[in-house]
């Protein structure tokens, strides 16, 4: 019922969030630390929750995400595997929630200078862009049926010390170029489609450049299948302009539209309705 209630008339893709490095994982996993084999939820009742429901999927095909993939193919939408690039949730040594690659990396956290997005790791390492690839790689052969994936890097969106993203950018087009080419490997070895990759950014090309982001390089080789931009909070009014200025070559762009940013609650309709008018 939640999916079917997303799911309406108009949708045509769902984007569903599988993970982040900073979480253990709630699918199997090498590369990762399943839930399973990370510290439990203890007295946090929210947590119990989670990891209870998660548990109900067990005896389902592919689980609990095999499950809901499923169900988005039985909607007839096509369905990402969305992955948080950076996530400042749980990053800290003691927080019985954070994944252990983040624990055994926690000194190449970008550090105080981002406040509360101190604990997100920082990508000029090989060891963090190493262990991006390959959550991903993991993933699409967990769950070959997949369309695609969507590299969320608004959540959060730094990746890079104060002022060197410009600088290290090459860097992160060389992982989302390894990605592209490890997704069409395995399109190609399956006899399928090649998977969809999609990609959330800043919402202006110069904020995306300062935080490493280098979208009109994409561009240019074409690694992506579009781009969605601004942030998980609203913005009733995107400068898609300017990105049209900037993705010469043609990689379609869509505006970003979340919730509240007062709130943090999601709007109605004619909100959303409102800003896409926009």
């Not at 969030?17 to 699918?27: E, F, K, N, R």
């Not at 862009?129 to 993933?139: G, K, L, P, Q, S």
């Amino acid at each position: 019922r939640y999916l079917q209630s997303y799911c309406r008339s108009g949708v045509s893709t769902v984007a569903y969030c599988v993970g982040d490095m900073s979480w253990p994982t709630l699918y199997p996993s090498r590369v990762g630390n399943p839930y399973t084999s990370a510290m439990r939820a203890g007295d946090d009742l929210k947590r119990l929750r989670i990891y209870k429901n998660v548990d109900n999927f067990a005896s389902e095909p592919g689980g609990y995400f095999g499950t809901a993939f499923r169900i988005l193919r039985e909607l007839n939408k096509t369905a990402l595997a969305s992955f948080r690039m950076n996530d400042a949730h749980f990053t800290r040594p003691d927080d019985p929630r954070v994944s252990e690659f983040w624990k055994q990396h926690a000194t190449l956290a970008l550090g105080q200078d981002y406040g509360y997005f101190s604990g997100c790791l920082n990508y000029a390492s090989e060891a963090v862009r190493n262990h991006f690839h390959d959550r991903v790689a993991e993933f699409a052969e967990l769950y070959p049926e997949i369309d695609g994936i969507d590299l969320d890097a608004m959540r959060s969106p730094f990746f890079f010390p104060p002022g060197k993203g410009p600088e290290h950018a090459p860097l992160f087009t060389e992982l989302v170029r390894r990605i592209k080419t490890t997704l069409a490997a395995q399109a190609k070895h399956l006899s399928r489609p090649d998977y969809l990759l999609t990609v959330n950014v800043p919402l202006t090309p110069a904020l995306a450049l300062e935080c490493g982001l280098d979208v009109a390089a994409w561009d240019a080789e074409k690694l992506f299948d579009s781009v969605s931009v601004g942030t998980y909070q609203a913005q009733m009014n995107s400068p898609i302009e300017e990105w049209e200025k900037v993705l010469v070559h043609g990689t379609p762009v869509f505006a970003y539209v979340n919730c509240s940013a007062q709130d943090g609650r999601y709007f109605g309709l004619e909100e959303y309705r409102a800003a896409a008018a926009n």
